[in-house]
């Protein structure tokens, strides 16, 4: 069985080649052969899922790079950890391309979307499957690569082909601390690559502490890029520019896991490295803190969304950080399992904000329509699935996951004393109070952009709407032309506004909520999720306590009364009409207009970053055009032209003779240079 | 192949003496007259002093190369006089004379022509017209042969 691993990335591949050359007659049908790759794909892996053994199931596939001393086999790995991410994404991939088949028909692009998307799932299914730091980075690349193809899929948009660019150098500036993470381990675990030589206890403790730890670091800076984290989540909000299917798929369910995976896997050599886990603690804390703060503000559906994505996976770094010491197996349980139940829940998110997208020609900021209840009743009841798992509400899936958090954070600060760093046990206090009024904060902005959607007195947008953007207004005057490259809708006039989206949207949106509300409570108080990870060889070595640890029911409360409070605050707020939330606004405007401004980020990266690298490539076009060009080249060129004007012209003067004695002295002379050599 | 009679070096040397004479005075001819045709002799003159020092060498060694390499020149500069005489017989259709000073037109552009200062050269004479050339007595009577039209006198 695990020996044919191989077909769960292959069959993907296929259906996305099948896309890409889908005939011309076929090009609305190109979504037939992807789906049918990533069901075939998350049946396979279903059954690699109940058939992983209590070892490691390799499968070499393929001997790819054989030079002396360097051997890369293309090699699959089946474990718990990888079974587990690889039904998660083949999944969340099969419903999102059922989805993406209603929400991008009539698209010119429709077979180039649709093989970009099996790409993906081929890239991201290799990624979680291979077995050797290389391999994996190969992938990580595809998903990037992936990811810069379907962020500017619509690229003769300005932003979106501006969004695109940023997301792929971004996460080149992470691809670096990767390749340079490969490149110390490479050196220092006597030359492999290899999981199974670097992750194991035994290779680790020949290695010394501050290099386990410069390694953890830069895999982390990796994974900041790809789950955008503190330094470079600048991307993810961008990104958002691609079409809500891709939004929903790689930039909130999969691909910005990755990282999260990546720390996960190798956390057998950070939990050797305590202190890269107070740095990953402290980063996820402060960027899920910040993102929340965002996001609250916001009026852009898809960004609200977007930001709190990044919010979440800061809650799982935060998770994967508190592994210290006897917390580790707790915290990568937890950190895994929020990865797992987000998952189900951002990605429904995503399509319903698509739907409502959808029905709203194109507009996505929540001032402009309101009170669609009674319009788009499915739409309105998935979307409050997704919104409860996502604030935490108690037995949804969020509930489970984010209360293992806290326990795990909890459990932080006790081990923190164990590994002798008592000071620590104050970080972990602090940063589990954050992630508590994070949580509250979850609570609120979610619910804010349920309420100002759906609740209140239904409004529609309309061309003069005050809030209208200028273009936006024109967009949606001419929301009849279907084939207008960057309006998220398929083309609709706006008689039909505020309709429910087609059945073929619908069904991928209600099992997503389905699985959002009892994932949590099917997996999480039975324990299943743990016993499965626990499947995956260097899980037992991990920190662990004593005993078994039991539910800790102070966490659990504490962030039950998060998510009421804020639920209830933004029912008070939001669910009908009022001042308040404008007088709230006047009351805390610097830390309103700090946070609508996204704390400045972007105008920080502006001046720190992106004026002196403009300037560097502005000195070295000058450098190129006057010193490379200018001088080298032309003054290369200049110097025969000199010579031959000043010098050698005035030989030819047009008397054969002349030329024939210049052509005998040259004679002469070489004669005489041999007679006296 | 064995030298059938012996050919020593003071021989070789007479040998190699007249043809570098020859070379050296076909050379001073060529950089010295101005007047096409005998730069051309002097050319070919040139030409004939390395195939005797080749003919020479041929026989110290003992062996037909040079010969063979003299007669392959000497195809050759048949061939090439034929194409010289050619050329130099349109030169002079352009010109009326066979002065190779006229020729400096084709220098570089730009650069000042070369005047010749009186008394340094001798002056071109204009090469007498068809109607001065000699009129040589009739061997006899001229044989009946159809004229064609443009040699039928019109009067």
Request: hydrophobic share 50%; glycine share 8%; charged share 10%.
């Amino acid at each position: 069985m695990i020996d044919y691993a191989w077909l769960v990335p292959i069959l993907p591949l296929l259906g996305s080649l099948g896309a890409a050359l889908s005939a011309r007659k076929a090009r609305q049908n190109a979504h037939i052969p992807v789906i049918i790759g990533t069901a075939g794909a998350f049946i396979f892996s279903l059954f690699l899922l109940f058939n992983v053994g209590q070892g490691t199931g390799r499968t070499i596939v393929y001997p790819w790079i054989e030079v002396a001393g360097l051997s890369v086999p293309v090699e699959l790995r089946v474990d718990g950890l990888t079974t587990m991410m690889l039904s998660m994404v083949t999944f969340v991939s099969t419903l999102v391309a059922v989805y993406a088949a209603g929400y991008m028909h009539g698209d010119p692009g429709y077979p180039r979307f649709f093989a970009c998307i099996g790409l993906f799932v081929f890239s991201m299914s290799g990624l979680v499957l291979s077995s050797n730091f290389l391999l994996t980075y190969v992938f990580w690349e595809g998903v990037g690569t992936c990811s810069f193809l379907l962020v500017g899929f619509w690229y003769a948009k300005p932003a979106a082909a501006a969004a695109a660019k940023k997301a792929f150098m971004v996460n080149r500036v992470g691809d670096f601390g990767f390749a340079i993470a490969m490149f110390w381990m490479w050196s220092v675990f006597g030359h492999t690559l290899s999981y199974d030589d670097i992750l194991n206890p035994t290779a680790l403790t020949s290695v010394p502490e501050s290099t386990k730890l410069g390694i953890a670091l830069l895999l982390f800076w990796a994974a900041t890029a790809k789950s955008a984290q503190l330094p470079l989540y600048v991307w993810l909000p961008d990104a958002m520019e691609g079409p809500t299917p891709v939004s929903a798929l790689i930039h909130a369910a999969t691909m910005v896991t990755a990282g999260v995976y990546l720390i996960a896997r190798t956390s057998l050599l950070i939990q050797d490295a305590p202190m890269a886990q107070l740095v990953i603690a402290s980063i996820g804390c402060v960027t899920a803190l910040l993102a929340a703060l965002i996001a609250v503000t916001h009026n852009d559906l898809k960004r609200v969304m977007a930001y709190s994505t990044i919010s979440q996976l800061g809650y799982m770094f935060m998770a994967l950080g508190a592994g210290i010491g006897s917390a580790t197996q707790l915290a990568l349980v937890a950190a895994m399992f929020h990865l797992f139940t987000h998952a189900f829940f951002k990605a429904l998110l995503f399509l319903a904000s698509g739907s409502v997208m959808h029905a709203m020609g194109g507009v996505i900021d929540m001032r402009r329509f309101r009170g669609l209840r009674h319009r788009m009743p499915i739409t309105c009841w998935t979307f409050a699935a997704g919104g409860l798992a996502l604030a935490g509400f108690p037995l949804t899936a969020g509930f489970f996951s984010k209360d293992e958090i806290l326990a795990a954070l909890r459990s932080a600060t006790h081990a923190a004393h164990e590994i002798g760093q008592p000071s620590w046990a104050a970080i972990y206090w602090v940063i589990f109070s954050l992630a508590v009024f994070t949580a509250f904060l979850t609570a609120f902005y979610t619910g804010r952009a349920f309420f100002m959607t759906f609740f209140g007195p239904e409004k529609l947008p309309s061309p003069d709407d005050p809030e209208a953007e200028p273009e936006e207004a024109a967009a949606l005057a001419h929301a009849s032309d279907p084939h207008t490259p960057g309006h998220d809708h398929g083309g609709h006039d706006d008689h039909h506004l505020g309709h429910e989206s087609p059945r073929i949207m619908l069904i991928p949106m209600i099992v997503l909520a389905v699985c959002a509300l009892v994932a949590g409570l099917i997996f999480g108080p039975t324990h299943w999720f743990e016993h499965h990870l626990a499947r995956t060889p260097g899980f037992s070595s991990l920190g662990h306590p004593e005993h078994g640890h039991g539910v800790d029911l102070t966490s659990m409360a504490l962030g039950t009364v998060a998510a009421l409070l804020g639920i209830g605050l933004s029912w008070r707020l939001y669910a009908a009409p009022s001042s308040a939330p404008s007088r709230l606004a006047r009351t805390l405007q610097p830390l309103y207009r700090l946070s609508m401004a996204k704390f400045f980020v972007d105008e920080i990266y502006n001046v720190l970053v992106i004026t002196p690298i403009r300037m560097f490539a502005k000195f070295c076009s000058l450098f190129d055009i006057y010193f490379v060009d200018g001088f080298l080249v032309r003054g290369t060129a200049w110097i025969p032209r000199i010579v031959g004007r000043e010098v050698l012209a005035p030989f030819q003067n047009g008397l054969i003779q002349f030329y024939a004695a210049v052509t005998a002295l040259g004679v002469a002379a070489l004669l005489l240079v041999l007679l006296l050599t | 192949m064995p030298p059938p009679d012996a050919f020593p070096f003071d021989q070789l040397q007479n040998y190699l003496m007249i043809g570098a004479a020859l070379m050296a005075l076909g050379m001073l001819g060529f950089l010295a007259r101005r007047n096409l045709i005998v730069m051309f002799l002097s050319v070919e003159m040139m030409l004939q002093g390395t195939a005797l020092t080749l003919v020479g060498f041929g026989r110290y060694h003992g062996n037909w190369t040079g010969q063979v390499l003299t007669i392959v020149i000497l195809t050759v500069a048949a061939c090439e006089a034929a194409i010289a005489l050619a050329l130099v017989l349109t030169l002079f259709k352009q010109k009326e004379s066979l002065d190779v000073t006229l020729w400096q037109d084709l220098r570089e552009p730009g650069l000042p022509a070369i005047e010749d200062q009186p008394g340094e050269a001798e002056p071109i004479e204009a090469v007498p017209g068809p109607e001065s050339y000699p009129h040589l007595t009739p061997s006899g009577i001229e044989p009946a042969h159809p004229r064609r039209p443009w040699e039928v006198r019109r009067d």
